[in-house]
Nanobody, 127 residues
């Protein structure tokens, strides 16, 4: 699989902001839908946001809609997640993922639709 590397995680106060970055490599990622998922201790990995191949369509989990923004820069092979108005419940390891298989260029929200994953970056939001 083509490597994905997340960065930008760290500590933030409730109400603060962080921006996560995902660096991708490989020609196929120019046209693959990308997504962010997160996983808190003892919890399953949950969908956060997704973006289609050219950035024209985005989808968000209800819990982050209006607070988080996913974007991409295909010329730089980068995907971003801007997180505003952070809440303690946003605390989790955040993973970048690239979609594979049929319709790989369209947004999806299930982990099964994404075949390439980064190592994750920790986001901790204090009360």
């Amino acid at each position: 699989q083509v490597p994905l590397v997340e960065s930008g995680g760290g500590l933030a106060q409730a109400g603060g902001s962080l921006t996560l970055s995902c660096a991708a490599s490989g020609l196929t990622f120019k046209t693959a839908a990308m997504a962010w998922f997160r996983q808190a201790p003892g919890k399953e990995r949950n969908f956060v946001a997704a973006i289609n191949w050219n950035g024209g369509n985005t989808v968000y989990a209800d819990s982050v809609k209006t607070r988080f923004t996913i974007s991409r820069d295909n010329a730089k092979n980068m995907v971003y997640l801007q997180m505003n108005s952070l809440k303690p419940e946003d605390t989790a390891v955040y993973y970048c993922a690239a979609r594979t298989g049929d319709s790989y260029y369209n947004t999806a929200t299930n982990t099964e639709d994404f075949g390439a994953w980064g190592q994750g970056t920790q986001v901790t939001v204090s009360t």
